[in-house]
């Protein structure tokens, strides 16, 4: 590996030369000549050897290491390039197995990709955009923002060849994936290649579907700043869906942040992400609540927005907008989004890794009427908004109460929703409990004690077992109209009326479905009276082996 003009003796010779003549201790001749040795050796590499960065400058490779995807091809290279920007890039510490729709929808957003190269045992790949500014473009995103592909930082450089080209010219492998991801991105870029994709808008347009935990406007903003700047945000409800629309900066960030996201979940197995771009070039928020946010703009008011705010990017937002996310879920969201994948290419989908709200799942209720309340009125009410596992009414203070729930996220729910409402006259006050758990009596406790506290966790009643049920997108704040269900085909509008009236409630309106007379819309005269015949009525029987079922609707009749 050494200079032909250079052998091991001449070198041996000059080191004990110059030693001498310096003085220096015979035991650094053999250090000398490592070192010589070592710097010779070490100037036949290429810089790949020292390149450490994710986004880097150019790779050194020989063309007899490298190979296609089934090993029988060959890359033909032109004479080593120097370290500038190329059409072809390098990309290193991919994950075993990837697939190359995998690594082609990395470098979709911003431009066509003409060839591609797999290296499986090296878990390296080389891909070839249409144009160089295409590739720089790529290369500049991901310096600010790395690669990953299943949670694992993927590096990328300028390649040293400026063309691929194999003997297999057709590669139908790697050019099928080429036109599936491209066909999956929704979009691809003009016939020259120039540059990145143009993205339809800024703004995109986000639906959740299959919720189980609740998705706030900071969750929100915390998964898609990773892919940029994040401008506005606004929530709302429409066709009983958590939407949202969202401004990036750029619609390079909007299109990425849509490439890499659609279709995953949020928490393992639920809230998942529908993304699309919105129609819209640019949102006007009004307000910064719990509902819209302009990033931008810190001095805006937080008032509710009005309709005509909503008209302004044509959504229609219901009373209390997004009702089933309240205010206060934003503080046990505050948690880091993890490694978000860089392709969505590949299956099982992956969760964004949010973990679920945390905390203390039980509530303490006050101000209750210790006449009439009891442990099944409350786990009536508050079953609206989680599954109740016990309920503990205070033996000495017989108007507090602790309601025990599934989770952290569900007495938020409660509380958010139950707080400063009226029951049995009084206004109640519901906070969060010190107590991790409701405990249940002892052995030795008197049986009034023991029927103050009941355990509700085997009940058939809770609306919120099943991952996914639909109760979880109509969960809304209590209101005089009732959403009736589970109505048997017997069962008539004058036999509901009668039904409601014959335990004192006064009904103003009612009626039934047009689609499905299986369901009803029932108003009363008050919220607080639609409080108490929920308490009073839900899982009613009708049949012989159907009950009522009985919740708060956002309508009015």
């Known amino acids: 590996m050494l200079s032909s003009d250079v052998t091991n003796q001449e070198v041996s010779s000059r080191v004990s030369v110059a030693a001498a003549e310096a003085r220096v201790p015979k035991q650094l001749f053999f250090l000398l000549i490592i070192i010589i040795i070592l710097r010779l050796l070490l100037s036949d590499h290429g810089p790949e050897s020292t390149l450490r960065s994710p986004v880097g400058c150019c790779e050194n490779m020989s063309s007899a290491h490298l190979s296609t995807v089934d090993g029988t091809d060959r890359l033909c290279v032109s ?5 500038v920007p190329s059409p072809v890039l390098h990309l290193r510490q991919l994950p075993a197995d990837t697939s190359e729709q995998e690594v082609v929808d990395l470098a979709l957003p911003f431009g066509r990709v003409s060839k591609l190269i797999t290296l499986r045992t090296k878990n390296q790949a080389f891909l070839e955009m249409a144009s160089e500014e295409a590739a ?3 290369v500049n995103y991901y310096a ?3 690669p990953t592909i299943r949670n694992q930082p993927v590096f990328i450089q300028y390649s040293t060849h400026r063309e691929l080209k194999t003997d297999n010219l057709t590669n139908q492998r790697a050019l099928q994936a080429i036109s599936t991801a491209a066909v999956h991105s929704g979009s691809l870029a003009s016939s020259e290649g120039r540059g990145l994709i143009p993205a339809p808008s800024a703004v995109l347009r986000i639906i959740v579907e299959n919720l189980f935990y609740p998705v706030t406007l900071e969750v929100l903003q915390q998964i898609f700043s990773k892919f940029g700047s994040v401008l506005k945000i606004i929530t709302f409800t429409r066709n009983n869906q958590f939407q949202a629309l969202l401004q990036f900066s750029d619609a390079v960030h909007a299109q990425h942040a849509k490439a890499s996201l659609d279709g995953q979940n949020i928490y393992n197995g639920c809230c998942t992400l529908r993304i699309d771009f919105s129609k819209l070039s640019a949102l006007n928020v009004k307000y910064n609540n719990d509902k819209s946010r302009d990033f931008t703009r810190a001095d805006l008011p937080s008032g509710e927005l009005d309709p005509a705010g909503a008209a302004a990017f044509g959504v229609a937002l219901p009373p209390y907008g997004a009702a089933a996310f309240p205010p206060s879920f934003h503080q046990h969201t505050g948690l880091p989004v993890g490694a978000v994948p860089g392709s969505l290419m590949s299956p099982p989908r992956m969760a964004l890794q949010v973990a679920p709200p945390a905390g203390y799942s039980v509530l303490l209720v006050s101000n209750l009427d210790p006449e ?17 596992q016990r309920v503990k009414i205070l033996f000495n203070k017989k108007e507090n109460a602790l309601v ?3 989770d952290a996220t569900q007495a938020q729910l409660a509380m ?6 009226r029951l049995h006259g009084n206004v109640i006050r519901v906070t969060l409990s010190k107590h991790p758990v409701v405990q249940l009596p002892r052995g030795g406790a008197g049986s009034e004690e023991q029927t103050l506290t009941q355990d509700f966790s085997g009940s058939a009643l809770h609306r919120f077992k099943k991952p996914g049920s639909k109760n979880f997108n109509n969960i809304f704040p209590p209101s005089a109209t009732l959403h009736l269900s589970n109505i048997p085909s017997s069962v008539g509008e004058d036999a509901l009326k009668d039904l409601f009236s014959s335990r004192g409630f006064a009904v103003k309106a009612f009626k039934f479905f047009q689609k499905d007379r299986k369901m009803a819309l029932l108003q009363l005269a008050s919220v607080e009276e639609a409080v108490e015949a929920l308490i009073a009525l839900h899982d009613q029987q009708l049949d012989h082996n159907q009950h009522l079922r009985v919740s708060f609707s956002k309508s009015t009749i």
Do not use: K, W
């Open 79 to 83: 004479e080593r390039a120097q370290c």
């Open 136 to 138: 720089v473009t790529m």
């Open 144 to 146: 600010s923002a790395p």
């Open 372 to 388: 009439r309340v009891s442990p099944h009125c409350l786990f009536i009410l508050f079953g609206v908004y989680g599954d109740v």
């Open 404 to 406: 025990q729930m599934s």
């Open 416 to 421: 958010s929703h139950l707080n400063g409402q």
